[in-house]
């Protein structure tokens, strides 16, 4: 009888939906080859959902395509700032140089992704520094030193990592952005540090260590582009396979002959490391003080979305999801003998005016689009995630976007919570966990993308939970 019911579900769905409460189970007269008249199919969507929104404290943020730079500020979650860390490459140079090479130039070159938040008429301002490597004594007295860069024992970096930067200013660097030019960018570095560089070059001094990928690393660790944390008007992708350091030179040549310019290249350290160290201030808010650190009696890293006028938050690179609990999700099981769960369904509709749509009239509006899907993971009541929500196969489930054909119809996210409450009913005992709800994989560590949860979309229907289940009746009379 079970396996009949699991092939006419989808048929159900569609002809039959309508709403019922947890005592009333109502009968399909669809005749004996289809349903037994004693048994009934059930809507229940009346199962309360409790919201929240939950800070993380870090999300991995290193090895991505992305090198993020700026701050994007707005009243839901407040403020995020992006400063890319990055280590470079060695150049190879000629084993005989010229005695009569002069110095021209140090510059960054690189390349926009095309991907910006806020507004490009906006300047973006930011120092160029230089990693320290880390220094100290051995018992011996000895003096050691090695790279500055080192990761997390799971070998990744995460946005809240930081490593000690070098006083010395390597350059300011200000310009108005245009992330969707196609051609190389450059940015120019300091000259002193470029003539030293060079000069090291040119007299040999510093030749072996500059030829030398582990040497070089401790004579260049690494560079970080740093954003004031008051920038907070624009943010922009930079490609990170495209940046290089370019000390660009020429021969002495007689006046009446064309300069020809060419350049020693430090390219990007592809098999380096590099990551995004992104802060995030919830001050002024509607989150409030979610990511300020305090007593730890007072602190905490939820708002419940009654402090939110109902609304939760989504934000990638500070690290805040939508938080959903169930607490119906492990009774239901006892509901009823031979209950078997069909579907379980969770729509949640973004609220208008926390994103954008694309606008090519104007185009230094924010560029805030709704991702198309957005991850799920299970939590526990502390907000540790347990694993990425995944099908009874092991495949992982995503909430997926919807764009309604109706005219003007606000877009929705439909979350399948069948293995959730599957497992929740298959528990001996209360697990007390909760879905949690944010961006995407590697894209939470190289976007500032937010937007918000609201209780309702603009026809006043009400975000709720849709379980489908059968009862057969024999057995609950």
Known sequence: MERSFRAIAGFLFTAFLFSCNLTNVQDFQMGANFVNSTSGVVLIDTMQMVSSTVHLDSIVSSK???LLIGGYQNSLTGTVTSSPYF???????????????????LVIKYNYDGYYIGDTTKLISFNVKRLDPITGTNS????????????????YLYNVDTFKLADQNLGLVQFYPSPTYKRDCYF???????????????NRTWIDTLSNLSYFKLFLPGLAFISPVNQNQIAVGISQKSIAMRLYYHAQVNPTEPKVPTYFNFAVNTNGVWYNHISYNSTGSLLGSISQPS???LSSSEVPSSNTFNQTMVQAGSGVYTKIRIPGS????????????????????????????????????????????????????????????????GSNIYAHKIIPIAF????????????????????????????MIGTVGAKAGMMLNPFAFAPFDSSGNLFKLSVYCYIDKVYNN
Do not use: C, H, W
């Open 140 to 155: 011996n007295g000895s003096t050691f030193n090695r790279a500055a860069f080192k990761l997390g024992l799971d070998g």
């Open 188 to 202: 120019r570095l300091s000259d002193d540090y470029g003539q030293t560089l060079f000069n090291n070059i040119i």
């Open 87 to 105: 280590q470079i490459s060695n150049s190879s140079f000629p084993t005989v140089l010229q005695t009569d090479l002069v110095y021209d130039s």
């Open 330 to 393: 492990e009774a239901l099981k006892g509901y009823a003998k031979n209950l078997i769960l069909i579907s379980a369904q969770i729509r949640l509709t973004p609220l208008l005016g926390s994103y954008t749509t694309t606008n090519t009239r104007f185009p230094t509006l924010s560029n805030n689009p709704l991702p198309d899907t957005l991850a799920v993971f299970v939590v526990d009541r502390r907000n540790v995630i347990a694993k990425q929500y995944a099908s009874s196969v």
């Open 64 to 66: 991505l395509s992305r």
């Open 295 to 297: 007593n730890p009696l």
């Open 408 to 435: 003007n119809q606000q877009p929705y996210y439909i979350l399948d919570a069948t293995s959730f409450f599957a497992s929740e009913m298959a528990s001996s005992t209360f697990t007390g966990y909760s879905l």
